[in-house]
């Protein structure tokens, strides 16, 4: 199983970004795939996450309403769509696969490599 994240940079408050995840390896229908953020000196913390087949979404109340999980089946590939940017966004974001339905980093049994996101002020 492999994921790759992309699309991380460098923002001004109020800004956009699309991070991807692209996923291979394996057929990920019946898989959980979730959003994680690690920033310096701080816990890595749940974002979202979503179900590969149905597409049922839950996000953390820090991200809701400003944040928007998605995949596309096709492409298998999963997007965060982060809209509202503020700087306590600033961390480092992992893709994360796993096979139940939860908010815990140790319930994901694959990781990608993170992408930098950084919200100035």
């Known amino acids: 199983v492999q994921l790759v994240e992309s699309g991380g940079g460098l923002v001004q408050a109020g800004d956009s970004l699309r991070l991807s995840c692209a996923a291979s390896g394996r057929t990920f229908s019946t898989y959980v795939m979730g959003w994680f953020r690690q920033a310096p000196g701080k816990e890595r913390e749940f974002v979202a996450r979503?179900?590969?087949?149905?597409?049922?979404?839950y996000y953390a109340d820090s991200v809701k309403g400003r944040f928007t999980i998605s995949r596309d089946n096709a492409k298998n590939t999963v997007y965060l769509q982060m809209n509202s940017l503020k700087p306590d966004d600033t961390a480092v974001y992992y893709c994360a696969a796993g096979l139940y339905y939860t908010s815990y980093s140790y319930n994901y049994n694959h990781w990608g490599q993170g992408t930098q996101v950084t919200v100035s002020s």
């Open positions: 979503i179900r590969w087949g149905s597409g049922s979404t």
